[in-house]
């Protein structure tokens, strides 16, 4: 991966054994490059001629890199270009000399563009033979590190013993120049599509996500579609928009580099092959609780670190979530359990894992050591707060407040309170969207517990609760869940609203899609006494009709 210390321009530039001097002249004596079998490294230092602490450093607050008076931020594109075709012409390609700089750039593109799709083309065919386990192992092992999919390709390739010295050579160029332009452009501010995949989009694809991300604060926002038009990129994407959109940015003097790492480590650690608490999830759960942020009760009250805190809880509240509850990981003894006591188990190991994240993407490693102590404490104690064990307690606190009319926003710890709560009801919003997304949702959460139960059985476990495929069915499920954890919650929260519209409307869906699981379940009951009728003797078709 390409690292850019402050350390100097180099002296020439090697690729895969073969020396570029056509930039010698251009870079001059002090640029160098080091090959290695996975990338390429540059060591870079900072012109003597720029100040440590200039103004034009911008808001990654580190020095801008320029090789023989040329700015590579601005100027990178060009230098690629020319770097590319440096490399052709050792190949054997078409040589500078013969062709203007101009054709040489725009044939250079179109050779790229090409290269790419054939490249992408390996991949799937190499994918084939690789299993979802070992791609899992792979997205582990090199996390934060990019392209995925190029050292999945060298991986299979070196197993199989398949794949001919032209395609070795496309990995290594995949691996050389991609990680070099992925960096050249994180220099420049410049986020790419995906944390950690290679992928094209279609230019429609990219315009229907950003027409959805304009409405990203309307309560019918489609997460499942958003989902696909981002290739599978929601989480980041949104908290990205998200941040932007509040200046979070600039507030805190954030890296985008760093955080780009970190919300890649975030999404790529939530278990995809669970149906419900996986980063779509957290996705829906972090659009909800930007609907709620814009509360006009809460919004003119928020500071920027609320925020923060807000979206950064809503997006990691469930990382790396095993797909089975806390009674599950206690009977099974599992080393969460004990590590946690038996207590807000999954939670404290949500918010530990982002912690961790945290440190080691260096998101906040600039500021004050009390200051980001204090925000990860505070992140700790949102997360916990949706530990559903506690739901009776904070319901009952927040009642308090309501009846006794003594919130006051303006104190920190009644803001932090007043977060818990938005975070709380974001979780388990799902009943107060609108049926075609609410049923969705429903049916994820089930077949999760169903999975459970699977479990369960199979290893001559207690099932759990709401586990039992052939006893718990999802309308029962859904009643129980909206009359005995939702209800409640939404309608202390409208009185805090005081209420808003979008209240009004989550209130309003949460009624509409309770009669509908009761129509479901009724239904759902009826077919086995009509079945249990008709194998009555003697009963007629008109018997079975009523």
Same mark, same amino acid.
């Given at each position: ?69 040329? *700015? ?72 934060? *590190? ?45 986020? %790419? ?5 290679? #992928?094209?989009?279609? $230019? ?17 926002? $489609? ?7 981002? !290739? ?11 941040? !932007? ?38 996705? $829906? ?41 806390? %009674? ?6 599992? #080393? ?55 739901? !009776? ?9 309501? $009846? ?9 710890s009644h803001r932090h309170f007043m977060l818990q709560i938005a975070l709380k009801c974001a979780d388990i919003c799902n009943p107060c969207r609108v049926w075609e997304l609410s049923r969705q949702w429903s049916e994820r959460v089930c077949e999760e517990f169903y999975r459970q139960g699977d479990m369960e059985r199979k290893f001559d476990l207690e099932i759990s609760p709401l586990? !039992? ?33 979008? *209240? ?13 699981? *009761? ?22 078709? %008109?018997?079975?009709?009523?």
């Amino acid at each position: 991966m390409l690292v850019f210390p402050h350390t100097c321009p180099a002296k020439h530039l090697s690729l895969c054994g073969v020396r570029m001097p056509v930039l010698e002249e251009l870079w001059g004596p002090d640029v160098s490059m080091r090959d290695s079998r996975l990338g390429v490294g540059v060591d870079v230092r900072v012109c003597p001629d720029e100040a440590p602490h200039s103004p034009l450093w911008g808001p990654l607050r580190t020095p801008p890199v320029t090789c023989g008076g040329l *700015s590579l931020a601005l100027e990178l594109p060009a230098l690629i270009r020319q770097l590319r075709t440096a490399w052709r012409v050792r190949r054997g390609g078409p040589r500078g000399p013969e062709r203007n700089q101009a054709s040489t750039w725009v044939d250079t593109e179109k050779e790229e563009v090409k290269q790419d799709i054939e490249d992408r083309s390996t991949h799937l065919e190499a994918d084939g033979r690789v299993s979802t386990g070992h791609a899992g192992v792979l997205l582990a092992e090199r996390r934060g *590190s990019y392209p995925l999919i190029d050292l999945c390709i060298l991986k299979t390739s070196t197993q199989q013993g398949e794949v001919e010295s032209g395609t070795r050579r496309k990995v290594k160029r995949l691996l050389s120049f991609q990680r070099y332009c992925h960096n050249s452009r994180l220099l420049r501010g410049l986020v %790419p599509h995906t944390p950690g995949s290679l #992928h094209l989009l279609d $230019d429609d694809y990219l315009g229907q996500a950003a027409h959805m991300l304009s409405k990203v604060g309307t309560w019918n926002f $489609d997460i499942f579609l958003f989902d696909r038009l981002t !290739n599978g990129n929601s989480l980041v994407t949104l908290m990205c928009h998200l941040f !932007n959109v509040y200046g979070l940015i600039h507030h805190f003097q954030l890296d985008m580099v760093k955080l780009h790492r970190f919300l890649g480590m975030v999404q790529d650690d939530y278990h995809s092959q669970n149906p419900y608490h996986n980063a779509v999830h957290a996705a $829906d759960v972090t659009q909800a609780m930007y609907c709620y942020l814009k509360e006009p009760k809460l919004a003119e009250q928020l500071s920027p670190a609320d925020v923060f805190l807000g979206l950064m809880a809503a997006a990691a509240h469930d990382v790396d979530h095993p797909g089975v509850n806390q %009674p599950f990981l206690i009977k099974t003894r599992h #080393h969460l359990a004990s590590l946690y006591q038996n207590t807000s188990v999954l939670e404290s190991h949500h918010w530990r894992s982002t912690v961790g994240m945290l440190r080691e993407s260096g998101l906040l490693s600039h500021l004050p050591p009390d200051m980001s102590q204090d925000m990860e404490q505070q992140l700790g104690s949102l997360i916990l707060a949706t530990d559903i064990s506690r739901q !009776n307690e904070f319901l009952l606190t927040f009642r308090e407040h309501l $009846d006794n009319q003594d919130l006051d926003l303006q104190l920190a710890s009644h803001r932090h309170f007043m977060l818990q709560i938005a975070l709380k009801c974001a979780d388990i919003c799902n009943p107060c969207r609108v049926w075609e997304l609410s049923r969705q949702w429903s049916e994820r959460v089930c077949e999760e517990f169903y999975r459970q139960g699977d479990m369960e059985r199979k290893f001559d476990l207690e099932i759990s609760p709401l586990c !039992n495929q052939q006893a718990d069915s999802v309308p029962t499920i859904q009643i129980g869940f909206i009359s005995y954890i939702v209800e409640p919650l939404f309608e202390e929260w409208h009185r805090f609203t005081d209420p808003s519209l979008l *209240s009004q409307t989550m209130m309003g869906h949460l009624h509409k899609n309770k009669a509908r699981w *009761s129509l479901l379940r009724y239904a759902h009951n009826s077919e086995p006494q009509a079945h249990s009728q008709a194998e009555k003797p003697g009963l007629t078709k %008109p018997c079975l009709a009523l």
